[in-house]
């Protein structure tokens, strides 16, 4: 190797962290935000670097262009997706940030509402609030004027907060999940409908690939009639593990050594709000690897 391509590779290794971090709260999946930086890693190799005065800068623009072009072609993609599609759960243990200065729209409730965002929105929301970077940077890179900038970072802010609830603590998070592991074994309804919210909401994204509910199941009765369905043959010979994804307690279900899925929920002092059940095998290797 070159010393060229060695000072290239030095660069690019020091600000990855971060370019996977835009890269993947712009899509919601590890896989295909490997991929981003991969190819930005493959245009840095390309350009001419004497004349790039910031090269952190170079590359979180490349990123965030390549990763605007790969959003637009994956919702062509994800509505003709099989069931609910949910963000491919990370393991944030050891980095809660996840490449970012704040772990902002990282949580799986962020993440799923920016779907709802013009890809634009979501750049500008994601450089805005978790990266923080400057009007002026984010104008540069998503190649609009400053006020359109604010504008986009602005409706951003507005119609995800039109759409939240005040979430409780991380300790209350971890409390209610372990609640509803042993309500969901037991299978007792008024143990389950005790934790849910009125309005809640189960999302399993088993991707037409395993067998998962198509659609989401809502209410209060129905989601704990729902759990308790499949109760008996569902958790027999689990072994459950905590971890954090996402920046967020959730749960890895194992059976005979193999991973089959990640549970997580969204919880508001009005209990749980959403179950998300990861089920999808090809959206499972961000995580698998904690498990022995």
Request: charged share 25%.
């Given at each position: 190797?070159?010393?060229?391509?060695?000072?290239a590779?030095?660069?690019?290794a020091?600000?990855?962290?971060?370019?996977?971090?835009?890269a993947?709260?712009?899509?919601?999946?590890?896989?295909?935000?490997?991929?981003?930086?991969?190819e930005?890693?493959?245009?840095?190799?390309?350009t001419?670097?004497?004349?790039?005065?910031?090269?952190?800068?170079?590359?979180?623009?490349?990123?965030?262009?390549?990763?605007?072009?790969?959003?637009?072609?994956?919702?062509?993609?994800?509505?003709?997706?099989?069931?609910?599609?949910?963000p491919?759960?990370?393991?944030?243990?050891?980095?809660?940030?996840?490449?970012a200065?704040?772990?902002?729209?990282?949580?799986?409730?962020?993440?799923?509402?920016?779907?709802?965002?013009?890809?634009?929105?979501?750049?500008?929301?994601v450089?805005?609030?978790?990266?923080?970077?400057?009007?002026?940077?984010?104008?540069?890179?998503?190649q609009?004027?400053?006020?359109?900038?604010?504008?986009?970072v602005?409706r951003?802010?507005?119609?995800?907060?039109?759409?939240?609830?005040?979430?409780?603590?991380?300790?209350?998070?971890r409390r209610?999940l372990?609640?509803?592991?042993?309500?969901?074994?037991?299978?007792?309804?008024?143990?389950?409908?005790?934790?849910?919210?009125?309005?809640?909401?189960?999302y399993?994204?088993?991707?037409?690939?395993?067998?998962?509910?198509?659609?989401?199941?809502?209410?209060?009765?129905?989601?704990?009639?729902?759990?308790?369905?499949?109760?008996?043959?569902?958790?027999?010979?689990?072994?459950?593990?905590?971890?954090?994804?996402?920046?967020?307690?959730?749960?890895?279900?194992?059976?005979?050594?193999?991973?089959?899925?990640?549970?997580s929920?969204?919880?508001?002092?009005?209990?749980?709000?959403?179950?998300?059940?990861?089920?999808?095998?090809h959206?499972?290797?961000?995580?698998?690897?904690r498990?022995?």
């Amino acid at each position: 190797m070159t010393t060229d391509l060695q000072d290239a590779l030095s660069v690019f290794a020091t600000v990855r962290p971060r370019l996977f971090g835009i890269a993947y709260r712009m899509l919601g999946s590890a896989h295909e935000a490997e991929d981003i930086v991969q190819e930005a890693w493959l245009r840095w190799q390309g350009t001419n670097r004497s004349v790039v005065e910031n090269p952190a800068a170079f590359l979180a623009t490349t990123t965030t262009r390549l990763a605007i072009n790969a959003l637009q072609s994956a919702r062509a993609r994800r509505e003709k997706y099989v069931g609910p599609w949910l963000p491919e759960p990370v393991d944030t243990s050891n980095d809660p940030a996840l490449g970012a200065e704040r772990a902002e729209a990282l949580s799986f409730a962020v993440l799923v509402m920016l779907e709802r965002l013009t890809p634009t929105e979501r750049a500008a929301y994601v450089l805005r609030e978790a990266f923080a970077y400057s009007y002026s940077q984010i104008c540069e890179i998503v190649q609009v004027s400053e006020v359109a900038t604010r504008q986009l970072v602005s409706r951003a802010r507005k119609h995800l907060e039109g759409e939240s609830r005040r979430e409780v603590s991380t300790t209350e998070q971890r409390r209610l999940l372990s609640a509803f592991l042993s309500a969901a074994q037991t299978g007792e309804l008024e143990d389950l409908e005790r934790l849910f919210a009125e309005d809640i909401v189960s999302y399993s994204d088993g991707g037409g690939v395993v067998r998962a509910s198509k659609f989401p199941v809502r209410g209060k009765t129905t989601v704990a009639k729902f759990v308790r369905a499949f109760q008996r043959h569902f958790w027999t010979g689990v072994r459950i593990e905590e971890t954090t994804a996402n920046g967020q307690p959730a749960v890895v279900l194992s059976r005979d050594g193999s991973v089959f899925a990640v549970v997580s929920l969204v919880a508001s002092t009005d209990g749980i709000d959403q179950l998300l059940w990861m089920m999808n095998p090809h959206k499972l290797g961000a995580v698998t690897s904690r498990v022995a």
